[in-house]
């Protein structure tokens, strides 16, 4: 719909930024399709590398209306290494928790892993026109790196051995780009998807929601808030979430006997939302922004590479709203997908490095869909039997706390590649921190070189290697063994006890957490993948064996 008030400037790209008329064929390293979060997280993610790539999007800029607003801990640890995390915390609200009624009565009030060892929040809200916004405005600052071509629409794509050809369409011309790879991040609605004649696989699931976004100012607290069958619209399952700006997320769900050309025009939805606010004991008045209608769906590829073809976010897999997995685990694709693209397109590793992109993040999107799945068959249950369940258990959650656990919403959170082949087996025991696979648990620590110290955390280390593999060895005064220093491919430091003398560079444990926290003692090393996750540990480490584990990257021919 056309919004009745405007939170937001649109403003339209003009064509061509960056290509003109008449040039006819080109040829890129990497080429992009979809500007959205996913697109513009992989080119800022190889931007890191040094890796130029070609960007092309169908619309004019960044996107209208309501879609992903939820951006979790993890999601800000990635935006944070790709530059971009000032904007999302100045304007996202932060959020740790929520409610959840029945009926008139609160069955639920859920907290999310939070403490004083974190450095983000576990979520912030924001609309995506500003995660968008925000990204570009990043990418922006590459622009020998990353060329953005607006309003260029992807018409065909023809796969050949070395990459593929991609013929576009503009506003005044349609031309072709040869390109080594492709990166399909375009969406639920791929282009390149269908261009290629794939299918997602999965379930659909048959209730409908009405998404509102709606302007009103209120000084309510930032949390989720859920309604099961309230007096304001009975017999309907009702989300609600603050965001910047004074916009309000609502999503209700529809009867299965109401149409649903009829359900989103605003005669229809304004008096839910009226009811809905008067419950709420919202008396401000209200303007519509944005109104459009939502189905579940648990949806992905079997694979995530298809020779020289690489899918991302949406493209690859379409997740539930139901614990906010969509755009998270699209941030977390680009993420896993850009480093090992870079070091690929480098000549640093073989292609076989991208089939563990895929084996990775298949093996994420199905733990997103199992989860995604379970919290879509609470909130709109698909049979009589998932809503007598649901019923009950609201019902018993009034008196009993024990089945509260069984509303939560299972909010995404970072997952463990644990089968990865990349793995290093553990060949020592440690009584605690993250296993091969597991990402870095955080805690506060102080960066130390020359005297001068500056507060940080144990994920910004990760940014510290530029790219590169980092290890992490654990001394009791900060000092490193030679041999280790100079390993190809991994920048090491040390975290210590106490703070070296010798003038380097390391990680001080002021407040003596990080050694029981990894498990660690003295010579302990953990190496970390350029994505924060745990390639290897060690308790008495020898540069042979991070040489050995390195080569599960490194290595530029197919075992």
């Given at each position: 719909m056309t919004p009745a008030f405007q939170p937001y400037p649109h403003v339209p790209r003009v064509?061509?930024?960056g290509k003109s008329a008449g040039e006819g064929r080109e040829h890129t390293p990497v080429l992009i399709v979809g500007g959205g979060p996913v697109g513009l997280a992989t080119a800022l993610g190889l931007a890191r590398h040094g890796?130029?790539?070609?960007?092309?999007?169908?619309d004019d800029g960044v996107c209208t209306g309501s879609r992903a607003i939820c951006i979790s801990r993890r999601s800000l640890e990635i935006i944070d290494r790709l530059g971009a995390l000032d904007g999302f915390l100045a304007k996202g609200l932060p959020w740790a928790g929520g409610r959840s009624f029945y009926r008139d009565e609160e069955v639920l009030h859920f907290s999310m892993p939070q403490?004083?060892?974190?450095?983000?929040?576990?979520?912030?809200?924001?609309?995506?026109?500003?995660?968008e916004q925000f990204l570009l405005d990043a990418a922006e600052l590459h622009g020998d790196l990353i060329v953005i071509r607006w309003q260029t629409r992807v018409i065909a794509v023809e796969q050949r051995e070395s990459?593929?050809?991609?013929?576009?369409?503009?506003?005044?011309?349609?031309?072709n780009i040869d390109t080594d790879w492709l990166v399909a991040a375009d969406g639920g609605r791929s282009a390149v998807r269908e261009a290629l004649g794939l299918k997602l696989r999965?379930?659909?699931?048959?209730?409908?929601y009405v998404i509102v976004d709606i302007h009103l100012k209120s000084d309510r607290p930032t949390e989720r808030l859920a309604y099961f069958d309230p007096p304001s619209n009975p017999g309907s399952t009702v989300?609600?979430?603050?965001?910047?700006d004074d916009i309000w997320r609502i999503d209700y769900q529809l009867r299965d006997d109401e149409d649903a050309q009829a359900a989103v025009l605003l005669d229809n939805v304004a008096p839910r939302v009226d009811s809905l606010l008067a419950m709420m004991g919202e008396t401000a008045p209200w303007h519509p922004v944005w109104i459009t209608l939502y189905k579940a769906n648990a949806l992905t590829l079997e694979k995530y590479r298809h020779g020289r073809v690489l899918f991302a976010?949406?493209?690859?897999?379409?997740?539930?709203?139901?614990?906010v997995r969509g755009a998270n685990s699209g941030i977390d694709d680009a993420d896993n997908l850009a480093w090992k693209l870079a070091y690929v397109v480098q000549g640093r590793a073989g292609e076989m490095l991208l089939d563990s992109y895929s084996d990775e993040r298949v093996f994420a999107a199905h733990e997103n869909l199992r989860h995604g799945s379970k919290s879509t068959e609470f909130m709109a249950p698909p049979t009589f039997a998932f809503e007598l369940m649901r019923t009950a258990v609201l019902g018993l959650a009034c008196k009993h706390p024990h089945v509260r656990s069984l509303i939560n919403p299972r909010q995404t959170s970072a997952i463990a590649y644990a089968q990865s082949p990349l793995n290093v087996a553990d060949s020592a025991v440690f009584a605690a921190g993250p296993a091969p696979g597991a990402v870095l648990p955080e805690c506060p620590l102080a960066l130390v070189e020359r005297g001068a110290r500056r507060a940080a955390h144990v994920t910004d280390l990760v940014k510290l290697g530029q790219g590169a593999c980092v290890g992490l060895y654990f001394s009791d005064d900060g000092a490193v063994p030679a041999e280790l220093l100079a390993l190809e491919g991994v920048t090491t430091l040390a975290l210590a006890r106490q703070p070296s003398q010798a003038g380097g560079l390391c990680a001080w444990d002021y407040a003596g957490q990080l050694f029981?926290?990894?498990?660690?003692?003295q010579g302990s090393f953990y190496l970390v993948r350029p994505d924060g996750h745990v390639l290897g540990r060690w308790h008495d480490v020898t540069p042979a064996q991070v040489r050995q584990a390195l080569t599960t990257i490194l290595t530029t021919e197919a075992a």
């Open positions: 064509y061509p930024p890796v130029r790539s070609v960007l092309v999007e169908a403490d004083a060892n974190q450095k983000l929040p576990p979520m912030i809200n924001l609309a995506q026109y500003h995660i990459g593929a050809s991609v013929t576009v369409a503009t506003p005044h011309e349609t031309y999965g379930t659909s699931y048959e209730g409908r989300l609600v979430h603050k965001q910047p976010g949406d493209a690859a897999h379409l997740v539930p709203i139901f614990g029981s926290l990894f498990g660690a003692r």
